[in-house]
């Protein structure tokens, strides 16, 4: 049990403006950590660096919680939209907790009077005013049925020859769809854990132990060359050679033999590249994706670290298992897997080994004074109070700070 700590009247007040004062300079700082995630997502880094998502390159580089990294992540994004909340929290002015809750509902319309209400409230105070802002703006004045008709979804093909799916539905439906996808997700891309939930449901949620998918879920019909290995769907799309490598890494394969017009004359029997019985022990071994980094563990591939194309053996020790994303990072984005001294060495397209887990950088012993170091370059003021609320205490009109906001 820790010894009580006693102290002065005037070393309790010096040790809470301390207090208030570190933490505006580490809301400060959070402002530059923000800025640069934001410049890193933009950029791709993430993607370069073999994650799945920023949030993802942010829980394996920093070690920071999948939660708050996908969040940390929206906030950098609102707060290029935001001027005036964005200076707050750079100048120290305003906690990161506060920023977070006005970036869920601000605009660039009502952000000064959120901002006005930020400095007069405390973090639970404006997190309410926030909700009730966001529950009075989406149902102000209309009919509940002409918001139950605007319910929809649409495809369309985009010119990427990808497919756009747009879904708009009521806020507690569309919590429900973005948990089951963040459930599938697993921590990943949100549009992986789309494909998850559909896999999902294709397949009647067939389990294993309950730890998820050990076999493909639904079955596409794939023709693959043996002359170049390049391929196309039943639709009729193209489909690369190293793209065909990736899915015959963990597909059944039916040979056909065709003559000069392209008439089937022979055709053998399906075999599976990777059978259930070594699915079921690569399951077993590596509960999931072995990417640095990843922590998906449904719906992943058996991938072959020297392909059976190239003379590789299906065996447990020339496989392992990795999600449908990262597959296609080791065959397509040039990322690779090596087994090394009976592990799995993993680099990047450059060559670059990529560690399990990165080492965290050394600090010097005057980190504090570097980050008052930088908040003075920067020509920012911080003191205890900078970030202190100026509520008197009084009960607050939650209704009337609705109402200035919405008017």
């Known amino acids: 049990m820790e010894k009580e700590l006693s102290l002065s009247r005037a070393a309790i007040d010096a040790l809470a403006d301390d207090i208030a004062e570190t933490a505006a300079h580490i809301d400060a700082a959070t402002h530059r950590l923000l800025v640069l995630i934001r410049d890193f997502d933009l950029a791709g880094g993430w993607h370069q660096q073999g994650a799945l998502s920023c949030a993802h390159w942010l829980s394996w580089r920093i070690g920071m919680g999948l939660g708050p990294a996908r969040e940390k992540v929206r906030v950098a994004h609102c707060l290029a939209g935001l ?6 929290l750079r100048c120290g002015e305003l906690s990161y907790s506060k920023v977070r809750a006005m970036t869920r509902v601000a605009t660039p319309a009502s952000e000064a009077e959120l ?3 930020a400095r007069l ?41 990808m497919v756009s799916i747009q879904i708009r539905l009521l806020p507690e ?40 998918m050990i076999r493909p879920p639904v079955e596409v019909v794939v ?19 190293e ?39 690569l399951h077993s071994r590596d509960r999931g994706c072995r990417f640095p980094g990843c922590s998906h563990r449904r719906f992943c591939d058996a991938h072959h670290v020297k392909h059976w194309i190239d003379g590789g053996e299906t065996s447990l ?52 004074d570097r980050l008052a170091a930088i908040r003075a370059w920067s020509e920012i003021d911080i003191s205890a109070a900078s970030n202190q609320p100026g509520w008197d205490g009084e009960a607050v009109d939650y209704d009337g700070c609705v109402a200035a906001l919405m008017s």
């Open 83 to 88: 001027p005036l909340i964005d200076e707050a």
């Open 173 to 212: 439906e569309a919590a429900r769809v973005m948990r089951a996808i963040e459930l599938g997700a697993e921590s990943g891309n949100l549009a992986d854990g789309a494909v998850a939930l559909a896999d999902a449901a294709l397949a009647g949620f067939a389990t294993h132990g309950g730890e998820g």
């Open 121 to 161: 409230t405390t973090a639970a105070q404006l997190e309410r005013i926030c909700r009730f802002y966001r529950q009075a703006r989406s149902s102000a004045g209309e009919d509940p049925r002409v918001i139950e008709d605007r319910r929809w979804v649409e495809t369309r093909e985009t010119d990427d020859g």
């Open 115 to 117: 901002l006005r209400q």
């Open 317 to 368: 020790s020339n496989m392992l298992t990795t999600c449908r994303r990262h597959h296609r990072y080791l065959h397509e984005f040039g990322f690779s897997v090596t087994l090394r001294d009976g592990e799995f060495a993993f680099f990047d397209p450059d060559g670059r080994e990529i560690p399990a887990v990165p080492a965290r950088p050394s600090l010097a012993q005057a980190s504090f």
């Open 223 to 241: 023709h693959v060359s043996a002359d170049n290995l390049e391929g196309r769907t039943e639709a009729g799309d193209g489909l690369s050679a």
């Open 243 to 281: 793209t065909c490598r990736r899915l015959l890494c963990d597909a059944g394969v039916v040979p056909l033999v065709e003559d000069t017009a392209g008439q089937t004359i022979d055709v053998g029997r399906k075999t599976r590249s990777a059978p259930a019985a070594l699915r079921r022990a």
